[in-house]
């Protein structure tokens, strides 16, 4: 049995940070029940590109769910949904701060309903400060917390990080913050709220640029692929692509050399230590890259396999899928349904996303449901009540 089956989790999120954190609920046995707007549901049921009628941006965040079609605004929406609160265990949203206020589902109001739900609240900068009413997107959190003018070549423009990391990072937060809570309850029986800030998560993994600014009184330069403090830590040319190295310490620059049966290299006064490798790191790379100018990319990876060199392959996204430990980690989910199953003629007969990564060795996670429809399930959960 996954370890959260029996715990009921309402998810008034949409987008990405939110539905990141209750599929992964989800997926540990949690009863999620997405409440959505009758009308069109979460903004990225409308995401494409399209499989079936489905966004694929939806299908890769709403596993392990069931979708509930309400109007909160509504009496009987309303009166559903406190009906749904009352034996739940978590409450987790995503509005702007107060906003839940006037519907009458903000925390003090929610926590006298049922004083033991946990309740979680996901914004762009948290519950409290003065951006606390601002909304804030991914793109907009990488711009105020420094991550964009660390990231791209240094007489480039700051470049966003191609993925939202910033929601993302935030998910993973709100789930820690939900199962301590969780723990706390068995001692207390009570709830409380848990407070989730987009721009306190990506903040919170700004260390070495914090770092460098407090050592320096100077903040970090972008350095493109480089690294600020080690070299060679970073992507080089092979004849058939990129490879990525990373010799972080000075054990494995003498390994890097022996593998290339290149003595040379390791006694260039120039490269000696980590600190001439970097004040010398344009040279360096070309170094580096003449020699790997003769070898492919699998070659290189032999070579520095047996000598315990940190290496990979730059892939794309096709070739990262491709990876063997992909399939011998389970790291992709294929789940079955039909049209018939919900009655919607677009919706895909399989369904393709990312598994979960947390491996437990005896209660492991069970992605049982794909992604819903819109609706699919708000006929059985309000008969259920």
Same mark, same amino acid.
């Given at each position: 049995?996954?370890?959260?089956?029996?715990?009921?989790?309402?998810?008034?999120?949409?987008?990405?940070?939110?539905?990141?954190?209750?599929?992964?609920?989800?997926?540990?046995?949690?009863?999620?029940?997405?409440?959505?707007?009758?009308?069109?549901?979460?903004?990225?049921?409308?995401?494409?590109?399209?499989?079936?009628?489905?966004?694929?941006?939806?299908?890769?965040?709403?596993?392990?769910?069931?979708?509930?079609?309400?109007?909160?605004?509504?009496?009987?929406?309303?009166?559903?949904?406190?009906?749904?609160?009352?034996?739940?265990?978590?409450?987790?949203?995503?509005?702007?701060?107060?906003?839940?206020?006037?519907?009458?589902?903000?925390?003090?109001?929610?926590?006298?309903?049922?004083?033991r739900l946990i309740y979680c609240s996901i914004s762009g900068y948290g519950q409290t400060g003065p951006c606390a009413q601002l909304p804030g997107y991914d793109a907009v959190i990488q711009g105020e917390a420094g991550i964009m003018d660390m990231t791209g070549v240094p007489d480039g423009a700051p470049t966003r990080v191609g993925v939202a990391?910033?929601?993302?990072?935030?998910?993973?937060?709100?789930?820690?913050?939900?199962?301590?809570?969780?723990?706390?309850?068995?001692?207390?029986?009570?709830?409380?709220?848990?407070?989730?800030?987009?721009?306190?998560?990506?903040?919170?993994?700004?260390?070495?640029?914090?770092?460098?600014?407090?050592?320096?009184?100077?903040?970090?330069?972008?350095?493109?692929?480089?690294?600020?403090?080690?070299?060679?830590?970073?992507?080089?040319?092979?004849?058939?692509?990129?490879?990525?190295?990373? $010799?972080? !310490?000075? %054990?494995?620059? &003498?390994?890097?050399?022996?593998?290339?049966? /290149?003595?040379? =290299?390791? @006694?260039?006064? +120039?490269?000696?230590?980590?600190?001439?490798?970097?004040?010398?790191?344009?040279?360096?790379?070309?170094?580096?890259?003449?020699?790997?100018?003769?070898?492919?990319?699998?070659?290189?990876?032999?070579?520095?396999?047996?000598?315990?060199?940190?290496?990979?392959? $730059?892939? !794309?996204? %096709?070739?990262? &899928?491709?990876?063997?430990?992909?399939?011998? /980690?389970?790291? =992709?989910? @294929?789940?079955? +349904?039909?049209?018939?199953?919900?009655?919607?003629?677009?919706?895909?007969a399989k369904i393709v996303t990312l598994g979960p990564v947390v491996k437990l060795s005896r209660t492991p996670a069970d992605p049982r449901l794909p992604p819903p429809a819109l609706g699919e399930h708000t006929e059985k959960v309000l008969a259920d009540l």
């Amino acid at each position: 049995m996954p370890p959260l089956a029996g715990l009921r989790v309402i998810d008034l999120t949409r987008v990405v940070a939110g539905p990141f954190c209750t599929m992964m609920l989800g997926d540990m046995g949690a009863e999620v029940i997405k409440i959505e707007e009758p009308q069109h549901g979460d903004d990225t049921r409308a995401w494409g590109p399209f499989i079936g009628d489905f966004g694929s941006f939806y299908l890769e965040l709403n596993r392990s769910k069931k979708s509930v079609a309400i109007d909160l605004k509504a009496p009987e929406g309303a009166g559903a949904l406190r009906r749904l609160i009352a034996d739940a265990d978590v409450l987790i949203e995503n509005f702007r701060p107060g906003s839940l206020a006037g519907l009458g589902f903000d925390y003090e109001t929610v926590s006298a309903m049922n004083p033991r739900l946990i309740y979680c609240s996901i914004s762009g900068y948290g519950q409290t400060g003065p951006c606390a009413q601002l909304p804030g997107y991914d793109a907009v959190i990488q711009g105020e917390a420094g991550i964009m003018d660390m990231t791209g070549v240094p007489d480039g423009a700051p470049t966003r990080v191609g993925v939202a990391i910033t929601d993302y990072l935030a998910g993973l937060y709100a789930s820690q913050g939900i199962l301590l809570a969780l723990h706390e309850r068995h001692a207390s029986g009570r709830g409380q709220h848990v407070d989730i800030a987009l721009f306190d998560a990506m903040l919170s993994v700004m260390r070495l640029p914090l770092g460098v600014l407090l050592a320096t009184g100077e903040p970090p330069t972008r350095v493109g692929n480089d690294h600020l403090s080690i070299a060679p830590y970073e992507p080089l040319r092979a004849k058939d692509g990129l490879i990525i190295v990373a $010799v972080a !310490n000075p %054990r494995l620059w &003498i390994r890097f050399c022996a593998a290339l049966e /290149r003595p040379d =290299l390791r @006694e260039d006064p +120039r490269f000696k230590t980590n600190a001439d490798r970097v004040k010398h790191r344009v040279e360096l790379k070309q170094a580096i890259e003449a020699i790997f100018a003769a070898f492919t990319v699998d070659e290189l990876t032999r070579r520095f396999e047996p000598f315990n060199v940190p290496c990979g392959r $730059v892939r !794309n996204m %096709r070739e990262a &899928i491709e990876h063997p430990q992909v399939e011998a /980690r389970q790291l =992709l989910v @294929e789940q079955e +349904r039909s049209g018939a199953a919900t009655g919607t003629a677009g919706t895909p007969a399989k369904i393709v996303t990312l598994g979960p990564v947390v491996k437990l060795s005896r209660t492991p996670a069970d992605p049982r449901l794909p992604p819903p429809a819109l609706g699919e399930h708000t006929e059985k959960v309000l008969a259920d009540l």
